[in-house]
């Protein structure tokens, strides 16, 4: 029997790739750098299967390249903004995605860029490079509190609430915003707020919203407008959720103290982002979840998702459900 052609963008982490590799007719795309938009169209001429990552962009054209047998579209990644969704769900193709495994690591990583951030950790370092750093004293690299301190939680989902179970641990209060009215967990003492109250009394503001239509430019001249100057922003979401203008100039007027930001727009950020000559700010590239064990998670996922996808069957984690008919089978699938 003919293994079915998929198309995979980057190689995904073992055991995942095998799994992958032993059941299909693979091309797995070798270099570091991404495919461009027209290698993608050519690669993906005939796949009944592609497995992408967040860096591209998969959209109709992508779809109609592939033609009428592509059954499945799995990203790597729990973010789906990089495909069009509604453009897949019209062709009946599931999209699935890996929620879950990165939530706790992605956390991690907020808390450790919200410490960095507020104790200037990174420009200490810098300092002690260049040798900037000249003598203990008391009133050098000083910086923001934890404990007692307000955090606003802009999303309360999986990310929002692992980063509160953390900030409940420093004796942080914790404040949130989320579309879902009544979204608190119990145990953490979290208090559902507006936006407005959220930016006015947070201390610290951290990011954990999918980037949609409303949340594209939440964070613009307004908001940091609102915001305490002695506050930290965190963003380990979506680079456009924050207006990067805006926020150079809130950075460089000290309207806020400081911001730590996994994402940005573009990414990688270039060299010569205005963004990267402040000394307040704090830019990781898109690492949040790069640990050892959630990526090797997340590269499982999106192969069990493809698998499943070209057998026709649901897939385990699928973001557009309403392309199965009542039987759990996809239009793209007969
Ligand atoms: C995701 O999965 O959406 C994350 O941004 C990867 O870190």
Redo the contacts with the bound molecule.
């Keep these: 029997m003919n293994k079915p052609k998929v198309f995979l963008t980057r190689r995904i982490l073992e055991p995942a790739l095998t799994m992958v590799m032993e059941s299909c007719q693979a091309d797995v795309w070798p270099d570091e750098i991404p495919p461009s938009h027209e290698k993608l169209l050519e690669r993906v001429r005939g796949v009944a299967g592609l497995l992408c990552l ?1 860096t591209d962009r998969i959209d109709a054209e992508v779809m109609q390249a592939a033609g009428t047998g592509l059954k499945v579209i799995s990203n790597c ?3 789906v903004d990089n495909v069009d969704v509604p453009a897949a769900s019209r062709r009946g193709i599931p999209v699935g995605n ?1 929620p879950g495994v ?1 939530t706790e690591a ?1 956390a991690d990583f907020t808390f450790a860029l919200m410490m960095a951030a507020a104790r200037q950790v990174v420009a200490g370092e810098r300092q002690v490079r260049s040798g900037g750093w000249k003598t203990w004293s008391l009133d050098y690299l000083l910086g923001a509190d934890f404990a007692g301190a307000t955090l606003g939680l802009v999303g309360f989902g999986r990310i929002g609430r692992a980063v509160a179970r953390r900030a409940s641990g420093f004796g942080m209060r914790i404040i949130f915003t989320d579309p879902s009215p009544a979204a608190s967990e119990p145990g953490l003492n979290a208090v559902q707020v507006e936006l407005d109250t959220l930016l006015r009394e947070a201390d610290f503001v951290s990011l954990h919203t999918p980037l949609t239509a409303e949340t594209r430019g939440l964070m613009n001249a307004d908001a940091f407008a609102k915001m305490k100057p002695t506050a930290v922003l965190v963003n380990t979401s979506r680079g456009p959720v924050v207006d990067q203008a805006a926020l150079y100039e809130a950075l460089a007027s000290k309207r806020i103290f400081a911001a730590a930001l996994d ?1 940005t727009v573009p990414e990688p950020l270039p060299t010569d982002s205005p963004l990267l000559t402040l000394e307040n700010c704090i830019i990781a590239p ?1 690492i ?2 790069a640990s050892w064990q959630t990526r090797r998670e ?1 590269s499982r996922m999106a192969a069990e998702n493809l698998l499943a996808g070209l057998k026709g069957e649901h897939l385990p984690n699928c973001v557009n459900p309403e392309v199965y008919d009542g039987h759990g089978v996809s239009r793209a699938a007969h």
């Design positions: 967040l990644a729990v973010g890996t990165l992605t994402v898109h949040a979840s997340m």
